[in-house]
């Protein structure tokens, strides 16, 4: 099982950013996909979800209206439009698949993350 993040940078205050994960080794339309993220001395925080049909979504109060997470299940991928950035959302984004049956995924994976840094 292998996810991979990508997309992450420096911008200033109000830009946006796309990031991707992509997987493999399980199967992946199978699986919720959620996007976490992780700001230093702070815990790890549940940033979006979405089903494995891509039907159902939830975000996190902080990021709703401004962030949007998507995926292509004929791609093995998995994205967050941010929009409208802050400072505040500065963190290592993580990408993570939950453990399902369906999927043939016996366990919670995680990417290696990507940094996301949001200042002027």
């Known amino acids: 099982v292998q996810l991979v993040e990508s997309g992450g940078g420096l911008v200033e205050p109000g830009e946006s950013l796309r990031l991707s994960c992509a997987a493999s080794?399980?199967?992946?339309?199978?699986?919720?996909m959620s996007w976490y993220r992780q700001a230093p001395g702070k815990e790890r925080e549940e940033v979006a979800t979405i089903s494995g049909h891509g039907t159902a979504a939830q975000y996190a109060d902080s990021v709703k209206g401004r962030f949007t997470i998507s995926r292509d299940n004929a791609k093995n991928t998995v994205s967050l439009q941010m929009n409208s950035l802050k400072s505040e959302d500065t963190a290592v984004y993580y990408c993570?698949?939950?453990?399902?049956?369906?999927?043939?995924?016996?366990?919670?994976?995680w990417g290696q993350g990507t940094q996301v840094t949001v200042s002027s």
């Open positions: 080794g399980f199967t992946f339309g199978g699986a919720a």
């Open positions: 993570k698949a939950t453990r399902s049956i369906g999927a043939s995924l016996p366990y919670d994976a």
